[in-house]
């Protein structure tokens, strides 16, 4: 397998664009995280999903942030309007939570710049 | 509720010196414990983790960590350490009642000099 693929890579956009960042879990996975990863916050998780189903939203900064999964092989997040202050690396992961010991495997990142 | 603390945020040390990098966690549960490293501008990868088989957990590239449940600390070490080692290291914990993702701790940078 690929493993988890994230594009782009690197996102440099406008203040007040919308932003869309797209995920690719592990074939077989049934989670799928979504973390951002700044100086000041270090390693946050945003949202994670339960066989394409939302579990916990409650890292998901305001209602400009939101994310889906339509389907097991793809997710998207997407910041309308997007901010300054959302400028991160932003990482999605996935996991299959056969047992305890399960870990995350991760995607290389996509680096947004929002000027 | 789980959390990480690791305890230095940046550790310097020379090559083919030992390497000590120190996290103590809390879980309300039996917890999943994790040592991811990112190099820079990379992404995550695993190095090792707990399984609860073996209290001396080795992972890769020669490292190896020690889960104290008296202590709650799960350090990461290696005898002797590389200039290739120099990254970023995250110490996590996952529960498996509960939150089921991941928690990182805040990282240890890890610089090795010549």
């Known amino acids: 397998d690929a493993g988890v693929i994230q594009s782009p890579r690197h996102e440099v956009t406008e203040m007040g664009q919308e932003v869309t960042l797209r995920c690719k879990p592990i074939s077989g996975h049934d989670y799928l995280f979504w973390y951002r990863q700044t100086m000041m916050r270090g390693l946050e998780l945003l949202i994670y999903?339960?066989?394409?189903?939302?579990?916990?939203d409650s890292g998901m900064p305001e209602d400009r942030f939101s994310a889906k999964m339509p389907n097991a092989s793809f997710s998207t997040l997407k910041i309308q309007p997007s901010e300054p202050r959302d400028s991160a690396v932003y990482f999605c992961a996935s996991s299959l939570a056969r047992s305890m010991n399960t870990e995350a495997f991760f995607g290389q990142g996509t680096r947004l710049t929002v000027v | 509720a789980q959390s990480v603390t690791q305890l230095d945020s940046h550790v310097s040390v020379s090559e083919g010196t030992p390497v000590l990098l120190r996290c103590n966690y809390s879980?309300?549960?039996?917890?999943?414990l994790f040592w991811y490293v990112q190099h820079p501008n990379k992404g995550l990868q695993l190095l090792l983790k707990?399984?609860?088989?073996?209290?001396l957990v080795k992972g890769i590239n020669g490292f190896e960590a020690e889960f104290k449940k008296s202590e709650t600390s799960f350090h990461l070490t290696k005898p002797s350490a590389h200039m290739s080692d120099a990254a970023e290291y995250f110490c996590v914990v996952s529960e498996l009642t509960g939150r089921r993702a991941l928690t990182f701790g805040s990282g240890t940078r890890l610089q090795v000099q010549p």
């Open positions: 707990y399984t609860s088989a073996a209290t």
């Open positions: 999903f339960n066989n394409n189903v939302p579990i916990d």
């Open positions: 879980s309300s549960y039996s917890p999943s």
